[in-house]
Nanobody, 122 residues
């Protein structure tokens, strides 16, 4: 059974930091791209950052470049998203997702986690 379990969300003040974790199981981790998407109230879900588990190549949405850092620990089948300089507009549910094509451009996902809430107060 495929599982993507997110953790690390919470309430933080603007300018603060969080680290989200996504623990994956039930598939061959090294063959997938793993990423983070987010959905704010009333908005469409958007790809934030994704990484190739095979070679570490990563994509970042323009809105998060320079503030978010994605990394992968293949030994533990876990992907992290370090979020710095948080802004109120980063408030959203953050979902971990896995793409079997290995594409790290956050275009598609075969599997999704349940999501973790990130709330940034001003």
């Amino acid at each position: 059974e495929v599982q993507l379990v997110e953790s690390g969300g919470g309430l933080v003040q603007a300018g603060g930091s969080l680290r989200l974790s996504c623990a994956a199981s039930g598939f061959t981790f090294d063959d997938y791209a793993i990423g983070w998407f987010r959905q704010a109230p009333g908005k469409e879900r958007e790809g934030v950052s994704c990484i190739s588990s095979r070679d570490g190549s990563a994509y970042y949405a323009d809105s998060v470049k320079g503030r978010f850092t994605i990394s992968s620990d293949n030994a533990y089948n876990t992907v992290y998203l370090q979020i710095n300089s948080l802004k109120p507009e980063d408030t959203a549910v953050y979902y971990c997702a896995a793409d079997s094509s290995g594409s790290y451009y956050c275009h598609f996902a075969d599997y999704w986690g349940q999501g973790t809430q990130v709330t940034v107060s001003s």
